[in-house]
């Protein structure tokens, strides 16, 4: 047998049911039926959503305290301030250079740069 030589398994109809079944049953768990056939989990997970059995997927609940809750949504409104602030600032910085450009044409410099060193304004 060569290194890169793969196993590759395929389950029949039946075998996959009865494995759903056994899992619907509450006999064994999925890891259990897993160690038992020497199936892997993500092939589990795959037979159920191929047969639509998503009650036997498990499922994950979030429990949050309205401390909790309302701290998220100052957290996230404080995110939308911040956003708007740095947009404000960006368009602030465009405009700025805009007028340095124009008033380095209107003034005959070669350059935004050359006004700049002239007027000490740090770039």
Excluded at 96 to 111: I, M, Q, T
Aim: net charge positive; charged share 40%.
């Amino acid at each position: 047998m060569y290194k890169n030589d793969k196993v590759i398994r395929r389950y029949s109809e039946p075998f996959k049911l009865k494995i759903l079944a056994e899992l619907t049953t509450g006999k064994h768990t999925k890891s259990e039926l897993c160690k038992l056939y020497s199936i892997a989990p993500t092939t589990v997970n795959e037979w159920i959503k191929k047969y639509n059995r998503k009650d036997l997927m498990k499922t994950r609940v979030k429990v949050e305290t309205k401390d909790e809750i309302s701290r998220i949504k100052a957290l996230q409104k404080e995110i939308e301030q911040l956003k708007k602030l740095l947009i404000k600032k960006d368009l602030d910085t465009l405009v700025l250079d805009s007028y340095l450009e124009v008033a380095a044409e209107d003034l005959g410099y070669k350059s935004v740069a050359e006004l700049k060193k002239k007027l000490s304004i740090k770039p």
